[in-house]
């Protein structure tokens, strides 16, 4: 079996799987999957030094090594603040309006991706398969292959892929895009992106395409882009189930509400979230149907990030604002509609706070995939399980179908589903939690992995 390299923009070692650890499904996935192929996880240390040196610091953690380099203030803002977060996060979310294009982004990303090709290079054996994760590194494949890389190398995009007219605002968007096709397998959330990625190939680069197989061939490279949608890790997240913090969670969750429904929203504090768009979907609810202060608690965990980032800073003053207003317009003396918390929780906190919730309230503007969606239905009581509410510009409605998919544009698209779920009977929130749960717990962030590393590892070379 072949080592695996992993490259993403920063590193986490867990634990082992079920600890009470705080990271995410990916580095629970990352660390299984390094655990069983061996190998390196390479990334940004999240340092910062006053001159690069490009040197690694390796560690040995359980069963691979991780390997990271420590940046330049300047490079951090460039790369990581400046073209990953405030020039592809908002076009690839399809906030142009968002996106800045400043010619020093551009550069501060093409020279951290060489930087870190400069400093993997050396850790690489021959047979070793690499796989990058995400939008930091869309052109690291291109700078692999003029070091002279010859090995099989995967990029997986977590986020959206946008439409091709919308991609086309972006200075030397082909290059960007050219520079990726030097990876064999690019892996996309859902069959949209795939389809819009493409798209662009076929329209902008001329490419040549062959749509069924996902096969893009273009000057001698033939890259094979698919979609992969992750999952949780569903064993990990379903080890919280009686245990005591998250049975303490439900109860502190589900006591204050006093026999109101709870809402919930889990989203970092991100425009691409949509949560200014839920409150306008509650005041809908509100002005429509009489009584709902004493019917409906809304809780949204909204921990802060990038808050470097203006844009950031902006959505976070705007939801302040909001939240203030609709509690001031909508409570009473003794009752308030919207806990809106600003901070991060335990995964088993989280749990018992999913469960206690009648609705699950997903809606992003647009999304990836969206985790938190399947959180919340993992984490369900199969005899009396609550509804899932779920944008259908998250990638995840692909596969969730049995959710109630809404316009999270539409105040009273949104309203209107919370009315229905609020009023569903337990024989449909039944049938329409099992075929979600299905589809969760069969499509397992595990195999997720599985899945990606076996197509890259697969087809035969094409290199010239
Ligand atoms: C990107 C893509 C794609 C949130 N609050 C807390 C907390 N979280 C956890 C959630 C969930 C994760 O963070 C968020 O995952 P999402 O998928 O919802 O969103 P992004 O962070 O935007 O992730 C996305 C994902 O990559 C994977 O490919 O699905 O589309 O944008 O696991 O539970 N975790 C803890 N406390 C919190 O307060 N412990």
Same mark, same amino acid.
Request: with cysteine; net charge positive.
């Given at each position: !079996?072949?080592?695996?390299?992993?490259?993403?923009? %920063?590193?986490?070692?867990?634990?082992?799987?079920?600890?009470?650890?705080?990271?995410?499904?990916?580095?629970?996935? !990352?660390?299984?999957?390094?655990?069983?192929?061996g190998g390196i996880w390479f990334g940004w240390s999240g340092n910062e030094v006053a001159r690069f040196t490009g040197q690694l610091t390796m560690q040995r953690a359980d069963g691979f090594t991780t390997a990271t380099i420590d940046l330049e203030p300047h490079d951090v803002d460039e790369y990581y603040n400046g073209y990953a977060n405030r020039t592809l996060w908002p076009l690839f979310h399809y906030r142009i309006d968002l996106a800045e294009y400043e010619? $020093?982004?551009g550069r501060g990303y093409e020279r951290v991706n060489e930087q870190f090709a400069n400093s993997?290079?050396?850790?690489? +054996? $021959?047979?070793?398969?690499?796989?990058?994760?995400?939008?930091?590194?869309?052109?690291?494949g291109e700078r692999l292959?003029?070091?002279?890389?010859?090995n099989r190398l995967g990029l997986f995009l977590h986020i959206p892929w946008p439409p091709t007219r919308l991609l086309v605002s972006l200075p030397y968007h082909e290059r960007l895009v050219r520079a990726m096709l030097h990876y064999d397998v690019i892996?996309?959330?859902?069959?949209?992106? *795939? +389809?819009?990625?493409?798209?662009?190939?076929?329209?902008e680069l001329q490419a040549d395409v062959d749509e069924d197989s996902g096969t893009v061939?273009?000057?001698?490279?033939?890259?094979?882009? %698919?979609? =992969?949608?992750?999952?949780?890790?569903?064993? +990990?997240? !379903?080890?919280f189930r009686g245990t005591q913090?998250?049975?303490?969670?439900?109860? %502190? #969750?589900?006591?204050?509400?006093?026999n109101r429904s709870v809402v919930i929203g889990v989203d970092r504090l991100d425009y691409s979230k949509g949560l200014p768009e839920r409150i306008d979907a509650m005041e809908r609810l509100f002005t429509t149907h009489d009584d709902m202060v004493n019917q409906l608690l809304y809780v949204?965990?909204?921990?802060?990030?990038? +808050?470097?980032? %203006?844009?950031?800073? $902006?959505?976070?003053?705007? #939801? $302040?604002?909001?939240?203030?207003? =609709?509690?001031?317009?909508?409570?009473?003396?003794?009752?308030?509609?919207?806990?809106?918390?600003?901070?991060?929780?335990?995964?088993?906190? *989280?749990?018992? =706070?999913?469960?206690?919730?009648?609705?699950? #309230?997903v809606t992003p503007m647009r999304d990836g995939m969206n985790l938190v969606a399947k959180e919340y239905v993992a984490a369900q009581d199969p005899e009396d399980p609550g509804v899932l509410i779920l944008s259908r510009f998250a990638g995840a409605a692909e596969q969730m179908s049995d959710a109630l998919l809404v316009n999270s544009h539409s105040a009273e698209d949104v309203a209107r589903a919370l009315w229905t779920a609020l009023h569903m009977p337990v024989e449909e929130r039944r049938a329409r939690w099992e075929k979600l749960n299905a589809v969760v717990r069969d499509h397992d962030v595990i195999g997720w992995a599985e899945d990606f590393i076996a197509l890259l590892a697969a087809p035969p070379f094409h290199h010239m």
């Open positions: !079996m072949s080592r695996l390299i992993v490259v993403s923009n %920063r590193v986490s070692v867990t634990k082992g799987r079920g600890a009470a650890g705080a990271q995410g499904g990916l580095a629970v996935a !990352m660390n299984g999957a390094l655990r069983k192929h010619t $020093e982004f993997l290079v050396p850790l690489v +054996e $021959e047979e070793d398969l690499v796989w990058v994760q995400d939008y930091h590194f869309l052109p690291l292959r003029a070091h002279g890389l010859k892996g996309f959330q859902s069959t949209e992106w *795939l +389809e819009s990625f493409l798209h662009y190939c076929r329209k061939q273009l000057d001698g490279h033939v890259a094979v882009a %698919r979609a =992969f949608p992750i999952g949780i890790d569903y064993k +990990e997240f !379903m080890a913090t998250a049975q303490r969670a439900y109860e %502190r #969750l589900a006591g204050s509400a006093r949204q965990i909204a921990p802060p990030s990038r +808050e470097d980032v %203006r844009s950031y800073q $902006e959505i976070r003053a705007t #939801l $302040e604002q909001k939240t203030g207003q =609709f509690n001031g317009a909508h409570s009473d003396v003794d009752l308030v509609p919207i806990r809106y918390v600003n901070r991060g929780f335990g995964r088993a906190e *989280l749990f018992g =706070f999913y469960r206690a919730a009648r609705i699950g #309230l």
